[in-house]
């Protein structure tokens, strides 16, 4: 693991980061900071990858890491398989979880910068087949595809090209050209100022980095300035204390009553599925079982419900409408809460958008953003300059068109020219008459001054001038034959730029269309949604209506046998009727309660004279408890062989 952060520092600490860390500082920076640093790792790759990691969420963030991480195809080490763990510790910004993937960027970043770049372009767009029915759409995609292979094949070409070296040949050809060492130097030069123009671009773009995320922190305080000042100057203090005692109303209701409630019944719900699990695997018969014990309790339940309505007492049924009522006021309390929640979570993501879009646009134009009338006028100056530019823009995509048309065309007969020169090279090579080419001049006013050398030599140049008569004419056939060739490639490419605008409009159909099959899907969602909610409703009413319907026969079924009962012939069925056993209760009640009327005419009247005995009974108790206390005190103040007398008999105290 040492080596392993050594190894990340000493990466930092070079270009194009400078993170001047060592050891220590690295290894004390807190989740955000290093989560930061891995932000600006994926940066340097892919360049869409530059964000605040303090102004995203942080499940935005790891969703952008791990897609652009899997398109990278980076795999996690041996003790972060599960991708859940891993995907968490990326969040809270783990050591053991960012350390391997820094490592392992850090190791391969040019060629990580490579797949990300062809990762833009090789991706495919996944159609559904349901759309591939429609022909403009599959000429489409196919015309994608193709797109795709040829692009495939032009990097491919690209890189070749960017491997294979000069041959010495080539390298000794460039020897035979004029001033090649004045060339040479220039081109040394040329290569010293590109290298440093990369330099200074990497430089203003760190700069511009820097300047956006401070421009972005500006604006944040600027804007909770602006709020602040704003609730300072419109508010009053008792506006302001109502403010605080609403919101701390509702903090309070969040912490006391929806939190703790929504805690217990997913602690309930992970309770029930630790025990679900933890059960073995069930069977026919246990369900079989399962299903007889549920039978026994809804019969239960329902006895239960037939005794609470026989008894039918007012002040339960009075309370059941309290506590209903409390319930629905309860969870409309409950909605409105994670309504107003929603509410402010959104208000916070659309301040936070359009404190994105303004930065966006001060950073475009420098210039504030325009409200109300100002926006009307300079919209329609927008679109009036708009119509302007697009004529423009056509006009100027014409010129390009044929700009590049034209130096392709130089190219390509500079390729020729340079061609015919090394075959006139060959052939004065073959003649003994190297350098021909660039000493004419000097021939033509040698053979002015020296006539005799030109007689000499007359025959020589005859047969030169006449192969240059060759090569001319051999030039002009190939300019002749290439003339079509170059009006039908600029046929294909005004045929191409229309398959591309084709494309273009197609693609916003596309996308259009795409739009309106999410909203619509959205939409049946939500009414199936609804016609759930309603389904799930009827069926607990049907359940209920049922419930009351057994309820209703059993009754109906009681009252049938006790009519039955009741006008029947037999005396034994008549003795099993309710009434008769609620006659005989009502006989035995009464002839307990006249049992009971005299005895208490007998303890009336003989309450007074039970009462007078009784405080007798007090009053002897008194008189022997007093007998008592002066028998225990006489008895402590006798001498021990005295002799006393007591009740008119001598006693010898001992």
């Not at 294979?164 to 050209?177: D, M, N, P």
Request: proline share 2%; with cysteine.
């Amino acid at each position: 693991m040492s080596d392993q952060i050594k190894f990340i520092v000493d990466n930092l600490n070079k270009e194009p980061f400078r993170k001047n860390y060592n050891l220590i500082t690295f290894d004390s920076l807190e989740p955000m900071q290093l989560l930061q640093v891995l932000n600006d790792v994926l940066a340097e790759i892919d360049p869409k990858q530059v964000v605040d990691i303090r102004e995203e969420m942080p499940e935005q963030t790891a969703k952008r890491m791990l897609s652009l991480l899997g398109i990278l195809k980076y795999k996690p080490p041996g003790n972060a398989t599960d991708m859940s763990t891993f995907r968490q510790g990326l969040v809270i910004g783990s050591k053991p979880v960012i350390y391997p993937v820094l490592h392992w960027l850090l190791q391969r970043t040019n060629e990580l910068k490579k797949r990300a770049y062809l990762a833009r372009f090789l991706i495919k767009l996944e159609v559904p087949s349901e759309f591939l029915q429609d022909e403009t759409v599959a000429d489409t995609n196919k015309q994608y595809e193709e797109l795709m292979e040829a692009f495939k094949n032009l990097h491919k070409e690209c890189e070749q090209l960017k491997t294979s070296g000069f041959s010495t040949a080539e390298i000794r050809r460039v020897e035979t050209v004029q001033n090649h060492q004045r060339m040479l130097k220039i081109a040394r030069q040329l290569r010293v100022e590109k290298e440093r123009e990369e330099f200074l671009a990497q430089q203003k773009q760190e700069q511009k980095n820097q300047l956006f995320h401070a421009v972005q922190r500006l604006q944040r305080v600027q804007n909770q300035l602006k709020s602040m000042r704003h609730a300072a100057a419109d508010a009053k203090p008792e506006s302001l204390m109502k403010r605080l005692e609403e919101e701390i109303k509702f903090n309070s209701y969040m912490v006391t009553e929806k939190f703790p409630k929504e805690l217990e019944s997913k602690k309930k719900e992970l309770h029930f599925l630790q025990k679900v699990v933890s059960e073995p695997a069930m069977g026919h018969s246990d369900l079989l079982e399962l299903e007889s014990k549920i039978n026994e309790i809804n019969t239960q339940i329902n006895q239960l419900i037939e005794k609470k309505m026989m008894r039918n007492e007012p002040i339960e049924g009075k309370l059941s409408l309290y506590r209903q009522q409390a319930s629905i006021i309860s969870r409309k309390k409950e909605a409105k809460a994670e309504e107003l929640q929603e509410a402010k979570e959104k208000l916070a993501n659309l301040e936070r958008e359009v404190s994105v879009k303004t930065n966006q646009t001060r950073e475009f134009d420098g210039t504030e953003v325009l409200k109300g009338d100002e926006f009307k006028r300079y919209v329609s100056k927008l679109r009036s300059k708009s119509t302007v530019f697009k004529k423009k823009h056509q006009i100027i995509a014409e010129f390009k068109a044929e700009f590049g048309l034209l130096q392709r065309t130089e190219e390509l007969l500079k390729q020729r020219h340079e061609n015919i020169q090394h075959q006139l090279q060959t052939v004065e090579e073959k003649k003994g008459i190297s350098g021909y080419s660039y000493t004419q001049e000097e021939l033509e006013r040698v053979s002015a001054l020296k006539t005799e050398v030109d007689e000499m030599k007359g025959r020589t140049l005859d047969d030169m001038s006449e192969m240059v008569k060759k090569l001319n004419s051999l030039v002009s056939e190939k300019k002749s034959a290439l003339a079509p060739v170059i009006k039908e490639l600029r046929q294909l490419r005004q045929k191409c730029q229309e398959l591309t605008q084709e494309c273009d409009e197609k693609k916003s159909q596309y996308d259009s269309c795409a739009a309106g099959l999410e909203s619509n899907r959205s939409k049946l969602e939500q009414e199936v949604r609804g016609l759930r909610e309603e389904c799930l409703q009827e069926e607990s009413r049907y359940h209920y209506t049922n419930c009351m319907i057994k309820n209703l026969e059993i009754q109906l079924r009681r009252a049938t046998d006790e009519m039955k009962a009741y006008v029947s012939s037999d005396q034994q069925e008549k003795r099993k009727a309710i009434r008769e056993q609620y006659t005989k209760n009502i006989a035995e009640q009464e002839n307990l309660g006249k049992k009971l009327r005299e005895k208490q005419k007998a303890v009336r009247e003989s309450h007074g004279p039970n009462m007078k005995q009784a405080k007798m009974w007090r009053d002897f108790e008194q008189l022997m408890e007093c007998k008592k206390q002066c028998f225990l005190k006489q008895q402590s103040q006798t001498p021990m062989g005295q002799v006393i007398q007591e009740g008119g008999e001598d006693r010898l105290v001992l």
